[in-house]
């Protein structure tokens, strides 16, 4: 159900996007009605939430169904807390072909009555409400002039980046997104002298009722989307192997692939952000992994120019490890729920050099026989299928193989490459979950396609 615009992009964007989901082999294939509405599709779906909430459990130390029971009971607590019914339900079920995945439908568009003060977030913090989050301080831009603590305001999404921190009043685009009790005075959320943390606004009528996780068993679920759960799987990490992931931040398919291995082995996470390396451990030291080995580095210069170099740490010799996550660093055109993105078309279309850099370092790290995985979160053909197309060009020794499981679609038209690599290729596509998949469906079999929008592609060095 469409109840916001659609995301707004820049003019050069959004005609840029439109050449990718309009071009010449998809035309072909679909026609130029259903490519067209396809895409309109796309525009809409973006800027609204998926329909399910997507719960990976760490089934390393507890059996999936224990932990499903102990979610159950701690959402209960949770809406009882927020709710005047006496007995609260909570749907939560287990993923019918991923043995650690619990699907939790969203409820929503609710009738949600707009009241009359008003506070301002920005377009990152609006997505993260509409998910299930409360309003942490530093995404508030704007708020009643006298706003208490235990005021009752209406929270609303600035989507095109115009609201000035501070601002009283906002007058841009906006759209609502839920109701909410301010936890700060105004004056404490605008403090100069230190910037406020912690929640802001606590949510107490959001638009999408979606459950809060801020610390619900942290140890045992782990929220992430259904593609990312998925690309774990599909690399196919095995106990005692030794697992290179390049962009590792913030961590969560890195832990994911020590605990499919059992925690057995070890899976070097690398990533260029200090901070962000801090986070990797401190997830891993949650999930209680111990195979998990965290580093600063460039990955783009993650080989070392001497063969014969043993080191635990980065640069690697060529052929240093069994399999390679590459989660390439990309526009991030599939997110959801994106309301608006000021990027220009040079910025989305910055990303290709960088990825095909990183993917020259991963073949040279990787063994023979070994399986290199790359993914995106986003939906152009420059940085997805047509970097297949020229990764199978410039690196003879790589070919595509089968991904299990294969939940999403096949790979778009429009790189050159033939329908049987395009079959092997992954496309979790929403805009085809707006009108594919019927109602009736099973609820998991639901949320495998209203999902974000993402890229795997699975190879094999021979």
Known sequence: MSIFPRISL????????????????????????????????????????????????STHLAPLEEIRQQLAEELRKQLMCSSSAEEVSVQILP??????????????????????????VGAQCGGAVLRGAHVFAPGILGSPKYMK??????????????????????????????????????????????????????????????????????????????PSV?????????????????????????????????????????????NKIDRIRQNAQMLHLQSVKAHCFN??????????????????????FDRVLLDAPCSGLGQRPNMGSTWSLKEICSYQPLQRKLFHAAVRLLKKGGVLVYSTCTVTLAENEEQVAWALDTFPCLSLVPQEPHIGAEGMPGAGLPPEQLRLLQRFSPELSWEQTEITAPLPCRADSDTIGFFIAKFLKN
């Open 299 to 320: 990955s783009t210069l993650s080989v070392s120019s001497d063969p014969a170099q043993e080191t635990e740490g980065p640069p690697f010799p060529p052929e240093s």
């Open 95 to 120: 993923h019918p072909r991923i043995a650690d995945v619990l699907i939790l439908p969203v409820e929503g568009p609710r009738p949600v009555k707009q009241l009359g003060s008003e506070v301002v």
């Open 10 to 57: 820049k003019p050069e964007v959004t005609e840029y996007l439109k050449s990718v989901f309009l071009n010449k082999e998809v035309l072909t294939a679909v026609g130029h009605q259903e490519a067209e509405h396809r895409f309109n599709k796309l525009l809409s779906c973006l800027s609204h939430p998926p329909s399910y909430t997507c719960v990976r459990a």
């Open 149 to 226: 603590a235990g005021d009752l305001v209406s929270v609303f999404s600035d989507l095109e980046g115009k609201c000035t921190r501070g601002a009283t009043s906002f007058r841009g685009k906006k759209v609502f997104v839920g109701n909410g009790v301010a936890e700060m005075d105004r004056s404490t959320i605008f403090c100069t002298d230190e910037p406020a943390r912690g929640i802001g606004i606590r949510m107490v009528e959001p638009l999408y009722r979606s459950p809060s996780f801020d610390g619900v068993l942290p140890s045992l679920a782990f929220l992430q989307n259904l």
């Open 230 to 274: 998925v690309v774990g799987h599909v690399l196919g990490p095995r106990p005692g192997e030794r697992i290179l992931d390049m962009c590792a931040a913030p961590g969560g398919k890195t832990c994911h692939i020590a605990a499919l291995m059992g925690d057995q082995g070890e899976v070097v996470a690398l990533d260029r952000i200090r």
